[in-house]
């Protein structure tokens, strides 16, 4: 089956930092990609769809200056969590849509701040 | 947003066991899509439904797409140790569109 891959699994990072998280289609093209955040113990919340070559479309209530999304080719989207604080400790998944199929999932992005 | 209500929100059960868990919405979903994720890891995909009414297995997983298509059903049969996760439903209003919705979650545990 497609194959997102994820990048790095976990980071640790100091507050006021910015980590950048890959998201990576291994055998498919990719011209949307989606941004997920999940809280302990609850479900996936869609942050933003990242679009290649044009501005990520963000949720509701999802800052766009401090989760920065770049999806600078067909088979890549990054996010950069930007100033990164305590609160944005989380667990942040990616997902992308081989053409006329469902959405597979990255192996997720443990980010701690501390 | 949408949000998927998914039940029973945890489960233990001894091996062997079947299980079952369903999922409700208040709108319509065109797809149905079951997924698993285990601790650390992505929610890897199980089950996908595509008909009003269609039942699907995959191994000891069976999900059916319910006619009204606001609600959604999975069974695993002879549990195993194995199936230990987090099940996800998630309603889908066109394949391959980002409006994935979310159920809540039911979280299975396995005692051997």
């Known amino acids: 089956g497609a194959v997102v891959s994820q990048h790095p699994s976990r980071v640790i990072c100091k507050s006021g930092t910015s980590v950048k998280i890959e998201c990576r289609s291994l055998?498919?093209?990719?011209?949307?990609m989606f941004w997920y955040r999940q809280f302990p113990k609850k479900s996936l919340m869609l942050m933003a769809t990242?679009?290649?070559?044009?501005?990520?479309?963000?949720e509701q209530g999802v800052e766009k200056d401090k989760f920065l999304i770049n999806h600078a080719s067909l088979t890549l989207s990054t996010l950069t969590v930007t100033s990164a604080h305590p609160e944005d400790s989380s667990f942040y998944i990616c997902?992308?849509?081989?053409?006329?199929?469902?959405?597979?999932f990255g192996q997720g992005t443990r980010l701690t701040v501390v | 947003g949408q949000q998927l209500n998914q039940s029973p929100q945890s489960m233990f059960i001894q091996e062997g066991e079947d299980v079952s868990m369903n999922c409700t919405s208040s709108?319509?979903?065109?797809?149905w899509l079951w997924y698993k994720q285990e601790p650390g890891e992505g929610p890897v995909l199980l089950i996908a439904?595509?008909?009003?009414?269609e039942l699907t297995s995959n191994g000891r997983l069976t999900a059916q797409f319910g006619i009204t298509r606001k609600d959604s059903f999975l069974n695993i049969s002879a549990s195993i140790p194995s199936d230990v996760g987090i099940y996800f439903c998630?309603?889908?209003?066109?394949?391959?569109?980002?409006?994935?919705?979310f159920g809540t979650g039911t979280r299975l545990t396995v005692i051997p």
């Open positions: 997902s992308a849509n081989k053409q006329g199929t469902e959405a597979f």
């Open positions: 055998d498919f093209q990719a011209t949307t």
């Open positions: 990242s679009n290649e070559g044009s501005k990520a479309t963000y």
């Open positions: 709108s319509i979903f065109n797809t």
């Open positions: 439904l595509y008909k009003a009414g």
């Open positions: 998630a309603g889908q209003r066109a394949t391959g569109a980002n409006n994935l919705f």
